[in-house]
């Protein structure tokens, strides 16, 4: 075999193979477009609370606003804490009757989680684990509604700013 065989560009092979792609391509975009492009997506109403009623509408009740200690490291920190319980609308009345004939036993047992907590809990960007202990507690203080919902759906701590008792 001489040379010039060897370096002549198979241009039939090349030519086959350009055929084939196009072809590919042709079937897949016709068998796409046979089959029909995605189905429509509606939200359903009232899902974000847009159209909800307005009993059912989440509201947010302060729970308590104190400077709770902690010396878990050994040393004694003050931490100026408030925190908000979320609830519906509809529980408003109960959640407020809960809180006035309870609410030294709800301060006694946030002070009691705040207390034993670690330090680092109160490091975690969004106190998850301080939030997951006050729900817990709070459910055991609040009944649920009658229909087997807890009428405490959240709690939120949007402030809890700590400082050393010994400086």
Known sequence: MSDDAKKKLPIRTVAVVLV???VEGAAIVGIMTM??????VVAQPGLFGEAASPELQPIE???LQERLTNNA???IF???TEIQIVTQERHREAVQNVMDNRMASIRTGISKI???AEHSYYAEPGLETL???VTEFLHSIFPEDGEGEEMVTGVLIPKCMGFPADY
Do not use: H, K, N, V
Request: charged share 15%; proline share 4%.
């Open 20 to 22: 084939m792609l196009l």
């Open 73 to 75: 490291s050994g040393r």
């Open 131 to 133: 939030t997951r202990q």
């Open 78 to 80: 003050i931490y100026d």
């Open 61 to 63: 009740i302060q729970l």
């Open 114 to 116: 705040f207390a034993a």
């Open 35 to 40: 089959f029909g492009g995605p189905s429509e």
